[in-house]
């Protein structure tokens, strides 16, 4: 267990776990903890350095129970997730929502706990500006938005789910529907998908 110790001149030795985003290497395994929201990019940049430079052979998990935020951060990890050489497993526990889903299924693989609580939503902004300006960046959010979010989700939600979503409608899953729709996912079965997704709407 990692301990505290006073050295000279009355400054506690520093921890890993002081970090907002803790990472642990040990050989060519690293485990980063994503268990705060998901606040301003600078606060990810060691993280998708470790991502993007990465060796084949390298192993990451990223252990995740986030609510979510700023989007264009989740962006930034989702895009060194992509273009990382490490297999890169996500391990999920207690809640996760909004952008640490899209994170999540970016991943090679994943490992879901008992109990996990799943939100895939809408995006939620706050724009500020003269009207004109306004309603111009709404436009194009709305717009980009929605085709990456669908771009994101392809495979793990129906077209009509995506729709709805982007409608407004929050969709909660439980981990054996993680389970069910990630396998169906990654085995590109349209068929099961839409077997899977009936039946939530039956429920």
């Not at 390298?58 to 962006?75: A, E, K, P, Q, R």
């Not at 008992?114 to 724009?127: D, K, P, Q, T, V």
């Not at 054996?176 to 396998?183: C, L, M, P, T």
Request: charged share 25%.
């Amino acid at each position: 267990m990692e301990e505290l110790f006073m050295p000279m001149g009355g400054k506690p030795k520093h921890s890993v776990w002081d970090e907002y985003v803790p990472i642990l290497t040990s050989g060519r395994h690293t485990d980063i903890y994503l268990t705060d929201s998901i606040e301003a990019p600078s606060e990810y940049n060691k993280l998708c350095s470790i991502l993007e430079n990465a060796y084949k052979g390298d192993t990451i998990t990223l252990h995740i129970n986030n609510g979510g935020g700023y989007v264009d951060s989740g962006f930034m990890i989702i895009d060194a997730i992509k273009s990382s050489k490490a297999v890169v497993t996500a391990k999920l526990s207690g809640t996760v929502a909004s952008i640490a889903t899209i994170i999540t299924l970016s991943c090679d693989k994943i490992i879901v706990a008992e109990h996990l609580s799943w939100l895939s939503h809408n995006y939620s902004a706050g724009i500020q500006g003269k009207g004109g300006e306004m309603k111009l960046q709404m436009e194009f959010m709305s717009k980009e938005l929605s085709s990456t979010f669908r771009d994101l989700h392809r495979g793990f939600f129906t077209d009509d789910e995506m729709t709805s979503i982007i409608d407004d409608k929050d969709v909660w899953l439980n981990k054996s529907e993680i389970v069910a729709r990630w396998d169906a996912r990654k085995r590109g079965d349209t068929e099961l998908l839409s077997e899977i997704a009936a039946a939530k709407k039956q429920a």
